[in-house]
């Protein structure tokens, strides 16, 4: 079975590799320049151009025929997209499928609706390698990816509102005032793929702390280390490697925490210093 996922699946060399997934590509406009979200967009420059950017910052999904192409190689396919309520890439996929069982009928794919994005998605990609590794079918890993859908929790903490005000995300009034009382906000999925507020705190360490006290009201009562969490960071390591030792400190139930750096796509949104966890 082949997995696919778009872009915004955070997937370091290293995760590539381990979960042996293609990736399609979306592309980002700043100023007139296209950004290919192919793993070559230099993260810290490309950070630089999105901050000296005026106009909002735009992106456009996989095109339909490139999801076909990989969607009709050899073997059985499990597509992870992106929220359909952030993005058109979860419906591109679905075209794609159409397309691509049109030459390949009797083909099994199936193309999940993450629900989330950056962290989730790497979350999901994991858990399908596993189950596929595990020898599951390919109906029990749609069973089990999809249920886990419907409880995987994705929290972030956004150290600047700046690309979420031009991109219309956030008001002008909520930055302003945030940013003069240096307020941090906590935000999360809200169930169905689309983003909410769940708090707010003086300054990124206090917010940071309170996403990681969510998780574990979360993931409280579960097994100790029987749960795991995948940590995306925009051009922040030091930062991830302290809410990996606050998350070790305070969540006995995670075990394994997967960290990697956001790709272009996710950094347009978790700007420089976001932080991204799924679990």
Do not use: W
């Not at 950004?35 to 420059?45: C, H, M, N, R, T």
């Amino acid at each position: 079975m082949n997995i696919l996922v778009d872009s915004c699946c955070d997937l370091s060399p290293e995760l590539l590799k381990r979960t042996g997934a293609s990736v399609a590509p979306l592309t980002i406009t700043l100023d007139g320049v296209d950004y290919l979200d192919d793993g070559s967009v230099d993260i810290p420059s490309y950070i630089e151009a999105m901050r000296a950017c005026k106009s909002p910052a735009r992106s456009a999904c996989p095109a339909v025929t490139l999801y076909a192409q990989e969607m009709e190689r050899d073997g059985d396919c499990l597509v992870v997209t992106l929220s359909s309520k952030l993005s058109g890439s979860h419906n591109a996929a679905l075209i794609g499928r159409d397309m691509a069982l049109e030459s390949v009928p009797g083909k099994r794919i199936h193309v999940f609706d993450s629900e989330s994005a950056s962290a989730g998605e790497t979350y999901l990609a994991l858990m399908l390698r596993d189950l596929i590794d595990a020898g599951k079918s390919f109906d029990e890993i749609v069973s089990a990816v999809e249920e886990k859908i419907r409880s995987l929790h994705t929290l972030f903490v956004l150290d600047s509102l700046d690309n979420l005000v031009k991109n219309g995300r956030v008001s002008r009034a909520v930055a302003l005032i945030a940013g003069v009382l240096s307020i941090r906000l906590v935000m999360s999925d809200d169930g169905s793929g689309a983003i909410k507020q769940i708090g707010k705190a003086r300054g990124i360490k206090a917010a940071l702390a309170q996403m990681v006290d969510t998780c574990r009201k979360h993931t409280e009562g579960l097994a100790a280390g029987s749960q795991r969490l995948v940590l995306s960071y925009c051009n922040c390591l030091e930062r991830a490697k302290q809410v990996q030792q606050l998350i070790r400190e305070t969540c006995p139930a995670i075990g394994e925490i997967v960290m990697t750096p956001t790709s272009a796509l996710s950094s347009m949104y978790a700007y420089d210093g976001g932080i991204v966890i799924a679990y």
